[in-house]
Every structure is written in C-alpha cells, then in structure tokens.
C-alpha cells in the first residue's frame, strides 16, 4: 500500500502532461472532471477541518498538481469541443441544464464566478499569504532565542528543543511556499477566462468556416459548450480558492475550524439575543416579508437559551482562559521565580512615581536605560536591568537603591523641586532662595531643595541646578560603580568572553579552559573592578593573564600582571595638566625602610598577602597617609600612594578600610604619566611633606 502511495503521485503528474498532447475519449474526460470537482471538494473540506496550518503542509504542492490537473483538462475538452462539437455529458450538462441553456445566463455565471475568484478570494489569499510569510521570517529570530532561551533554563529538553526548531523552520517553509502556491490560484484565473475566449472564438471559427453551419446555431452549440467548460473548470477552482483562503488566514487552534466557529460565535448570550431581537424587529418595515426574518430571528433567541450566561461563564473570556492557563501561586515555577533577587533594584515612594509616569513628563526609566549604557563604556561590564518599583513603606519622597535585595543606598526627591548646589548658606544667592537644605547624596556637597520655578534665579546667582531624575541616576551610577565587582556574574564573564572571542579567538582560547576557568576569570576582574579599573580592554587582560597563568594561578599575581598591561590607562584617570606638563601624577611614597619591613612581615592568607604590621606602627601608617592626603586635596590635588609591585596588593588592603577612595599603584604602573610629582613621603614615625615643584 505504501508503495502505491509512493508511485500515485508520479504516474498521476506524468498522465496529466501525457493530457496534454494526447486526445481523450469524451467517457473519460466525463470521469477525470468528476474526480477533479470531487478532489478539490475533498482539498476544501480538509483544509476545513485542521486544527492548524502545517497538518496540511502538502497543500502548496497540491495546488500546484490540481492546478496543472485542471489545466490539462481544459486542454482536453478544448479539443473535444473544437474537433467534435462535443466534450462528454458532463460539460453538455452544465452548458444546458445548469445554466437553463441559455447563453446569456452562462455567461454571467461565468463572469460572476471569475470575478468572485480572482478579484476576492484570490487576491485576498495572495495577499494574505505574502505577509504571513513575511512576519513569519521576520519573527524567526525571536522563535529561536525563545526556544534557546527555554532550553538554557531547562523548562524544555534537547529534544523537545529540536522538535520546535524543527517546526519553526517547517512553518516558515510553508509560508513562503504558499506565498508563491498562491501565484497558481491567481494564474489559473486567468488562464480560465483566456481560455474560455479561445474556446468561443475558435468554436465560431469550426463551426461556420469548417463545418458549414449557420451562424446562430454554431454561436449556440459552441457558447454553451464554452460556458460549460468553464463553469466545470472553475467550480473546483473556486473550490481550490476558498481551500487556499482558509489555509492562509487559519490561526492555530486546538479543534478544527468549524468547531471553533461555531464555539466562538455562540460562546456569549448576549450577541444571540441582540441578533435575534434585530431580526425580529425589521418585521416592523412595512412590506418586508414576516416568516423569513420570524424564523431568523427565533433560531438566534432560542440559541442564545442554550448558551450559558455571560457573567456564569468566565471561561469564555480570552482573559479568563489566560488567567486559567496561569500556574497555580502554589506551584514549584511561581515559587521560584517569586524568591530570585534581582541583582539590582530602584524603589520609589508613593509620591514620586511621577518620576516614572511618561504622561506626567517622567523620564526616569529612559535615564536609567541609558545610564546603562554609559557605565558599560566606561567600565566595561554589562549592568543588570534595574527592576524600577514602588513600595509603599518607603516614608515620602524618599527613593531607595538595592543590590540583590538588600538596600545600600537612600536618598531623597521632593516632588515639584530641583537640587541646587554649589552656594552655601548665607553666601548670597542660593543662600537667600526658599528650600530645605541638603547634601548632594553622592559627593556630599552643600545643596538645597529649592522650588522649581526658582530654578532660573538659582543658575544666575552661580549654583549648578540639578532635577530630581538626575539626582536619582548619578546617585545610582555612583552606587553601581562602586559595586560593580558584586554585579559582574558568571554568566556576564562568559558572555563578555563570548564577545571578546568573536573579534580575538586565539587569545580566549589560549586563556580558558586551558590556563584559567570562567570561576577564575572571573576572581580577577572583580577585583580590577573593586580597585576602580575599567575591564573594557579585555583583550589586553587577557593576552596578560594567559602569560601569566603559566606560571602561577595566584590571584594577586595576576591582578597585577593585568594592571600592568593596563598600566597608562590606569594612570589616566590620576594625571592632571599644569604649567610644566600635560601629564603629572602626584605621589604619597613609603620610605625604602617601611616597605622593607612591610615586606618582611607580609603574611600569606586565603585573601591575599597581608602586612601585618604592629599595631603602633600600623596606626602611625594609617595617619601619616590620612594627614599627606588632606593636605594634598587642599591643594586641589588628586594623590595616589605607590609602592612597589610585589606590596601594591597587601598595602591596599591595609589601607582600605580606613582611606578606600585613597588609589593604591605600583611603580611599573606609572608608565603613562609624563610626569611623576612627590606630595609626601610615609616613614616609620614622622611625615615629610614634599615639597611642589
């Protein structure tokens, strides 16, 4: 049985081109017509009763058999009629009987047909074919990073994953395979009404010149064969068109169509018994015939009786099925998904969510979007989203900044003010301006809350005005800059390595796996980022670290590796320019004595290597540092503390818990600098100011 299936569809395409050149006696042409009504009947009513589009994925190819099948036909009953005046019983019956033998009639059914096929239904299945096509390429990529996505969480399995990929490329096969399918309907169209005027010329033409007949009856005999022709050639065609239509415009669904319809427009009450009251009352118009619109009107009312009541049924609803396709609060997926923290997160009181409200000129969330952007080009991390919230516990005005549930920063944006900084209080100006003085929550500057129609006055008296999204947007790069080494993930590691190897191949795969895994990676540009080292030149961190990891895997051996392949873009930030030099770093030195000893008792831990000093010399360090460092910044001056490669990480951590914002460099990372200045030098008990050359 297979096999014959196998060979059907072959031998049936070659007998249909072996139509097209060879005669067929009239009986047989008789029977291939029935069976091409009867098939395009059988296309139609399958194409009706599929739940969705690809259960019928051979329909392109079918249209494209019927169409020649049917062409091959016209061909056949074309000479029949031209040789014969005679085409089979079918043709003669509907050029007579169908159409009452009358030519005029025939031909507006015929034209009527034509018009209805090719001007509505072809046209509009074409039309419909070419953009679902379209979309349905179009909407690929997102179909695919959709099922990756889904594979990657483990919702689904490889092979569930692959089935779907499999029907993503099948669906588009078939749409764009229709697309071109309804070409064939459209052509078909055409070629009917050429034919058809083939069929009444050339018939006029045999029948007067070649056989000798009176006008009248050879544009009788020949017109109705003509008509019938075509009326016999189209009503399958029209059939094939409805077929095509319905295929094109169907929408997946879980029953065939006519369920669905039937289901969908007699799932509400209401409707029913508006239609059937409408019918009803048009037996008002005088003249109107009463028992047509009676009985219209009766089967809708008594319809809607079996139909359950609007506000009983919620199940009818779209909203209602959505809400009921919803996973239960209790199930292990809403569980999950309601205890992961997002990394980082914005909260807002109840009187500042206009902030966020673009009808109320909020612009907040378009800030942040960009604030994104800015801190991966500066220090060159990917920022998680900032899930934006209101919380009702929040006291007024106030904003709050999370990282991973947990908050880390407050601050506060009094609706309808502006942040004006730079004067304070009493100086004359912004002094004297109405507001609620404040401090600039990331630098701590003097500022006050003042009223914002004063804000042109405060500009003129000298302050630098801020609005409240600006205020919220530094203070949250502030916050993220400062913790970037905690957002930078696993995932974001590889997803940065992924980039860096697109461009560099050999140097990712020359660092990982082979010398130093994502984990490890990952260690070191933390901790480039906790001492405020932009990683955006990855590739040079990474030809660095892949030297070095072949020698040792000690941390802080490869953080500075990596800071020393980075060293001029390290200092950048640190160099000022003055009357001498465009390129001058000022530098708090140890005396040679110091950082012998320092690395005399530096220690080994799990952290890193630590100084561990006494406790007396440790605090004369500490306030040496702290006295230089004031009395530079006085000065207007930005100072870094240097100390050879080999202490640069123990002296850091000595030094950050009480002078974090104090830069800690080594020797060999001074190279970008034109210049190098002393502001202080650091001994085991005194301090020595340098002095400004």
């Known amino acids: 049985m297979k096999r014959l299936m196998q060979l059907g569809v072959p031998v049936g395409i070659v ?35 599929i739940s969705k589009p690809l259960d019928f994925a051979a329909f392109p190819a079918v249209i494209l058999v019927m169409t020649l099948f049917r062409l091959a036909l016209n061909v056949s009953a074309t000479r029949l009629v031209l040789l014969d005046g005679y085409a089979g019983k079918v043709i003669d019956t509907f050029g007579h009987f169908v159409v009452g033998g009358s030519l005029i009639v025939g031909l507006i059914v015929f034209s009527i047909l034509l018009v209805i096929q090719f001007v509505v239904i072809t046209n509009g299945a074409g039309r419909v074919a070419e953009v679902g096509a379209r979309f349905t390429l179009d909407a690929m990529p997102g179909k695919q990073m959709a099922i990756d996505a889904d ?161 009983a049924d919620p199940g009818t609803s779209p909203e209602a099925e959505a809400l009921a396709a919803l996973p239960s609060p209790d199930s292990p997926e809403v569980l999950a998904s309601e205890i992961q923290v997002d990394p980082l997160g914005l909260e807002l009181s109840a009187d500042i969510i206009d902030l966020v409200d673009p009808s109320a000129g909020g612009d907040l969330l378009e800030r942040v979007k960009a604030l994104r952007r800015k801190v991966a080009s500066d220090i060159g991390i990917v920022v998680p989203p ?74 003129l008296s000298g302050a630098t005005v801020v609005d409240r999204a600006s205020v919220i947007t530094t203070h949250l790069a502030e916050v993220v800059t400062t913790h970037a080494a905690r957002l930078l993930g696993r995932e974001d590691v590889k997803l940065l390595t992924d980039v860096v190897k697109r461009s560099h191949p050999v140097v990712v795969d020359e660092l990982t796996p082979a010398q ?48 020393q392949a980075l060293g001029p873009a390290i200092v950048a930030p640190y160099a000022v ?89 080594s020797y060999s990372e001074l190279v970008g600098a034109d210049q190098v200045r002393s502001v202080g030098v650091v001994n085991r008990s005194v301090v020595e100011l340098a002095e400004m050359r």
């Open 151 to 311: 594979l990657n969480s483990g919702l689904i399995d490889e092979e569930q994953a692959r089935r779907r990929r499999l029907e993503v490329h099948a669906e588009a096969d078939f749409y764009g395979a229709m697309d071109g399918a309804s070409k064939f309907v459209k052509g078909d169209a055409i070629a009917a009404i050429v034919i058809t005027l083939v069929n009444l010329i050339g018939g006029f033409g045999v029948g007067v010149g070649q056989k000798g007949m009176p006008l009248g009856d050879a544009i009788t005999t020949y017109s109705l064969l003509s008509i019938g022709d075509g009326l016999v050639s189209q009503i399958p065609a029209l059939l094939l068109s409805v077929a095509t239509g319905l295929i094109v415009t169907r929408s997946v669904g879980d029953a065939d169509m006519g369920s669905d319809i039937l289901e969908q427009l007699t799932a509400r009450r209401t409707p029913l018994r508006v239609a059937g009251f409408a019918a009803l009352s048009l037996c008002l118009i005088p003249g109107l015939p009463k028992i047509p619109f009676i009985i219209a009107g009766g089967v809708m009312l008594l319809a809607s009786s079996r139909v359950p009541d609007d506000a």
């Open 386 to 459: 900032v899930r934006t919230r209101d919380n009702m516990d929040l006291p007024m005005r106030t904003y709050a900044i999370k990282l991973f549930g947990i908050e880390v920063a407050r601050g506060e944006s009094p609706s309808g003010t502006v942040l004006a900084i730079g004067l304070p209080e009493g100086s004359g100006g912004l002094g004297n301006l109405p507001g609620e003085p404040t401090r600039e929550p990331v630098f701590g500057l003097d500022a006050k809350w003042i009223p914002l129609e004063l804000r042109n006055q405060a500009e």
């Open 516 to 563: 130093l895994t994502l984990g490890e990676v990952q260690r070191v540009l933390q901790t480039l980022l906790d001492e405020g080292v932009s990683v955006r030149d990855l590739v040079r961190i990474y030809e660095a670290l892949s030297l070095k990891a072949a020698a040792t895997k000690d941390l802080d051996q490869l953080v500075e590796s990596a800071r």
């Open 15 to 49: 007998f249909i081109v072996v139509m097209l050149v060879v005669p067929l006696p009239a009986i047989v042409l008789d029977l291939l017509i029935a069976l091409n009504i009867t098939g395009a009947l059988l296309i139609l009513l399958t194409a009706m009763f």
């Open 577 to 665: 320019s003055d009357a001498q030099s465009d390129r001058t770093v000022h530098v708090i030195s140890l005396e040679p004595q110091l950082e012998q000893q320092m690395l005399e008792d530096s220690r080994p831990t799990e952290q890193g290597l630590v100084i561990a000093l006494s406790p007396e010399l440790g605090q004369s360090v500490l306030m040496q540092l702290s006295s230089i460092t004031t009395e530079a910044e006085n000065r207007n001056l930005r100072p870094v503390l240097v100390c050879s490669p080999q202490l640069r990480a123990a002296v850091r951590r000595l030094v950050r818990p009480s002078l974090h914002q104090l830069p800690v460099l």
